[in-house]
């Protein structure tokens, strides 16, 4: 009495398995488009906040140091770069270039599988 391969129960179950794994990978995939985009939406909202700060006298990186001074002692024609150390938010997540890589990992393949179609 030999058997070609597995039991049918296995088979089923072996079926199962995988469709459980592929649904938990697509909803981790979902997730981690969801992080990357909360993420890139907090460095834009932070750059734009601190960009608006810069020729108000201060902000919550920098500090309020120059908002009691006169206007004309501070205000500088020369536009202030924003450094990666000014993003204290942006910077302070983990998982920030994680969910950038994931990203453009998630948009590879969507793009991939567009061009299939």
């Known amino acids: 009495m030999s058997q070609s391969g597995p039991p ?8 199962a398995a995988l469709q459980e794994l592929d649904a938990a990978q697509k909803k981790k995939r979902a997730i981690d488009t ?5 993420e890139a939406s907090i460095y834009a909202f932070e750059g734009s906040y601190l960009e608006e700060t ?4 201060g902000n ?3 500090g309020f140091d120059n908002y009691l001074k ?3 002692a501070t205000v500088s024609k020369k536009k202030q770069d924003i450094t990666e150390g000014d993003r204290l938010f942006s910077t302070s997540s983990v998982s920030y270039m994680q969910s950038l890589e994931a990203r453009k990992q998630f948009e590879y393949e969507t793009l991939t599988l567009a061009g299939r179609r």
Do not use: D, F, R, V
């Open 34 to 38: 969801s992080l990357a985009n909360l």
């Open 54 to 57: 810069m020729a108000t006298g």
């Open 8 to 15: 049918a129960e296995a088979k089923q179950a072996q079926a």
């Open 60 to 62: 919550i990186i920098k």
């Open 70 to 72: 006169p206007p004309t």
